[in-house]
């Protein structure tokens, strides 16, 4: 059973950062493309970067250059480091693997 858990979400001022991180159990992780995804309130989900089993990498154009996709093959764990934070990024913030499964999200809110 596949099971995805977020963390790293909160309070952050704009221009701030946030790192967040999703831990995956019960597949091959290393074969399974991973991807983040946000949801702001009253607005559809939307796919914020994913990174291939081989690590290549695609994002969003609102957040190129600020947000990083990464993961490490020995924690089964895939990260987003956001910076450059700004008001429109407050969502909630789910990962996701191959498309099909979802974590439970984390709340990312950014405000002074």
């Known amino acids: 059973q596949v099971q995805l858990v977020e963390s790293g979400g909160g309070l952050v001022q704009p221009g701030g950062s946030l790192r967040l991180s999703c831990a995956a159990s019960g597949s091959r992780f290393s074969v399974n493309a991973m991807g983040w995804y946000r949801q702001a309130p009253g607005k559809q989900r939307e796919l914020v970067a994913r990174?291939?089993?081989?690590?290549?990498?695609d994002y969003a154009d609102s957040v190129k250059g600020r947000f990083i996709i990464s993961r490490d093959y020995a924690k089964n764990t895939v990260y987003l480091r956001m910076s450059s934070l700004t008001p429109e990024d407050t969502a909630v913030y789910y990962c996701n693997m191959n498309g099909y499964y979802w974590g439970q999200g984390t709340q990312v809110t950014v405000s002074s």
């Open positions: 990174i291939t089993g081989g690590g290549r990498t």
